[in-house]
């Protein structure tokens, strides 16, 4: 209810607008229009740009990204993406003409029995997330409930990432007045390192997702293979049943081969596959079923079932199964688990939100799961769980207090010179502190202790820490605002490093992770040049004190420092 009450000034109910047919003059006046530029660069120079004989980077350090978005009321957008990766060429080379990753959208909404119809670069979503969901996905957290995926169908792509999304046509018609209809097409090439079979012709054992092209060897595999897929979603939405049924169909100029490790066996093969999926959601007072139940060429199954409900006015709960069959094959999956792909994976997860009172709220889940087939660098069937807890201490409303630990369990091959692997246990225990606590309405400050604890077996367990001290200054009435880190950090090996959300510049994201000894500070400004002009900068730097370089391999550095400078400007009108 308080949730609600908060949602209840920015809601409307009432008829929806019929669509006018705009004149040239409003499409330009009444629009909302928007271009951002964006540049970053690391101001140390890596191994990779220098005149090496072997691999090496062809093109500038340089990041770029250019966006351009329109909106006309609710009914019309268009969005233009261009971005050059640090490493690529930059009109010359292999991009003579443009840049190394461009994308285009159309969209229309709400005309007539078209709710949504998209021409370009699109993103699909629907279900579980087990037979058809392109782009981002929540996994697990410290909120149960985001277990139970929150669809959003057709959305036409404005990301800049290079790979999750689709390219051609997509549409959502209104069938009946429950019943929805999406059909899609799309045509793309995608990278993939291929090899010569013995019939001549060639093939694949994965796709490439990074969107890198530095060296020779990745520009290449870029957009070396043609991905053609094409079909539609049923379904039926009401407002507390909604059932959608997919199929759709994948094919590859070449042909996927299996890979030379033990684990690749089970992998697809071929050039066709066929995905066909079936998936609900159903509310029935304070219970909420969910699921999907998904089927790929050759039998390969994957099926989730969940169910979320509110034991009491402060304590919710969620029960999810699933089971994904080792030959279940998708390229356009993201549903929850361990692996990557919802593929070779057996599981049980239980969650609990528990609001106490005003001041105080826990969350708590537990998984625990099991992989049949084998798996990168683990040579046998294996198990594992997962626990994770979080209490928040919330006294006033410019005060927040998080502790938060997580344990997890599983099994990888032995590191022990021996010609026949076996398994052993892997642990890995976090600890967090965090406190928000806010000095007045410009200033607010965060702070964090968290810790980690890793072992392998019988060896020696390894440690990480991290400690940083967050600042953010944002004043209503002035054009300068900021946010500052200062972080020190000490973990024994790259199996103890911690991970950390980190404050970018509009639109940017970035999740640092903290590995070695040394010290992390960004500062990002944000400064209103206009009305219609906001202007970005960021500035980030590792420093290592014991090192003597910084990364391995092309992205070698001399010395102990690693730093960024990242320029955004943006105008609308």
């Known amino acids: 209810m308080e949730t609600i009450s908060n949602l209840l000034p920015f809601v409307t109910l009432g008829e929806y607008p019929e669509i006018e047919i705009p004149s040239f003059k409003n499409l330009r006046s009444k629009a909302n229009q928007s271009l951002m530029l964006r540049y970053a660069q690391g101001l140390e120079k890596q191994k990779g740009y220098s005149d090496l004989p072997g691999s090496r980077y062809l093109g500038t350090p340089g990041k770029i990204l250019f966006k351009y978005r329109y909106n006309y009321s609710d009914h019309f957008s268009a969005s233009l993406v261009f971005k050059k990766d640090a490493g690529e060429q930059f009109f010359s080379g292999n991009n003579k003409y443009n840049f190394d990753f461009s994308s285009f959208s159309i969209s229309f909404n709400q005309i007539g029995r078209m709710a949504k119809l998209v021409i370009g670069d699109y993103s699909l979503q629907f279900g579980q997330g087990l037979t058809l969901w392109s782009g981002f996905a929540f996994g697990k957290g410290p909120d149960v409930t985001s277990a139970a995926k929150k669809d959003l169908g057709l959305k036409a792509y404005t990301s800049s990432n290079e790979s999750s999304f689709f390219r051609g046509v997509a549409a959502a018609i209104k069938v009946a007045r429950h019943l929805e209809f999406s059909p899609f097409i799309s045509y793309k090439h995608v990278d993939a390192s291929q090899s010569l079979l013995p019939n001549g012709e060639y093939g694949q054992v994965n796709i490439s997702v990074s969107g890198l092209h530095r060296t020779k060897s990745e520009i290449k595999n870029k957009n070396s293979l043609g991905q053609l897929v094409y079909g539609g979603v049923l379904q039926y939405l009401s407002n507390n049943l909604n059932i959608g049924a997919i199929a759709y169909a994948s094919h590859y100029e070449n042909a996927f081969i299996t890979g030379t490790r033990p684990y690749d066996a089970k992998g697809f093969t071929g050039k066709d596959l066929l995905n066909i999926g079936l998936h609900y959601n159903y509310s029935f007072r304070n219970l909420y079923l969910f699921g999907e139940r998904a089927q790929s060429t050759g039998g390969g199954t994957a099926m989730v079932n969940g169910i979320m409900t509110n034991l009491s006015?402060?304590?919710?709960?969620?029960?999810?199964?699933?089971?994904?069959?080792?030959?279940?094959?998708?390229?356009?999956?993201?549903?929850?688990?361990?692996?990557?792909?919802?593929?070779?994976?057996?599981?049980?997860?239980?969650?609990?939100?528990?609001?106490?009172?005003?001041?105080?709220?826990?969350?708590?889940?537990?998984?625990?799961?099991?992989?049949?087939?084998?798996?990168?660098?683990?040579?046998?069937?294996?198990?594992?769980?997962?626990?994770?807890?979080?209490?928040?201490?919330?006294?006033?409303?410019?005060?927040?207090?998080?502790?938060?630990?997580?344990?997890?369990?599983?099994?990888?091959?032995?590191?022990?010179?021996?010609?026949?692997?076996?398994?052993?246990?892997?642990?890995?225990?976090?600890?967090?502190?965090?406190?928000?606590?806010?000095?007045?309405?410009?200033?607010?400050?965060?702070?964090?202790?968290?810790?980690?604890?890793?072992?392998?077996?019988?060896?020696?367990?390894?440690?990480?820490?991290?400690?940083?001290?967050?600042?953010?200054?944002?004043?209503?009435?002035?054009?300068?605002?900021?946010?500052?880190?200062?972080?020190?950090?000490?973990?024994?090996?790259?199996?103890?490093?911690?991970?950390?959300?980190?404050?970018?510049?509009?639109?940017?994201?970035?999740?640092?992770?903290?590995?070695?000894?040394?010290?992390?500070?960004?500062?990002?400004?944000?400064?209103?040049?206009?009305?219609?002009?906001?202007?970005?900068?960021?500035?980030?730097?590792?420093?290592?004190?014991?090192?003597?370089?910084?990364?391995?391999?092309?992205?070698?550095?001399?010395?102990?420092i690693k730093s960024e400078l990242k320029i955004q400007l943006r105008y609308q009108f």
């Open 313 to 560: 006015h402060h304590l919710s709960a969620v029960l999810l199964h699933r089971n994904y069959d080792i030959n279940y094959h998708s390229y356009f999956s993201q549903a929850i688990g361990e692996n990557s792909d919802a593929a070779n994976e057996k599981g049980w997860y239980a969650g609990l939100n528990y609001n106490i009172d005003k001041k105080w709220s826990a969350s708590l889940y537990v998984d625990i799961f099991h992989f049949p087939w084998l798996k990168y660098r683990v040579d046998a069937a294996s198990s594992g769980y997962e626990v994770q807890g979080q209490m928040i201490y919330s006294p006033i409303k410019t005060f927040k207090l998080t502790a938060r630990f997580k344990t997890k369990l599983d099994q990888q091959n032995t590191d022990s010179k021996i010609s026949v692997k076996y398994l052993e246990a892997v642990s890995k225990q976090n600890w967090r502190l965090e406190t928000y606590w806010r000095l007045n309405r410009k200033v607010c400050f965060q702070n964090r202790i968290e810790s980690c604890r890793y072992q392998k077996g019988e060896g020696i367990a390894e440690n990480g820490y991290l400690f940083c001290q967050d600042m953010d200054y944002k004043p209503l009435s002035s054009r300068l605002s900021g946010n500052l880190r200062l972080a020190y950090f000490h973990t024994d090996s790259y199996d103890s490093r911690l991970y950390a959300y980190e404050d970018d510049v509009l639109y940017g994201f970035a999740f640092g992770m903290y590995n070695g000894k040394g010290l992390r500070s960004y500062l990002n400004l944000k400064y209103n040049l206009s009305r219609r002009f906001d202007l970005w900068t960021r500035y980030a730097i590792f420093i290592y004190p014991q090192a003597g370089t910084v990364g391995s391999g092309l992205d070698e550095i001399q010395g102990n």
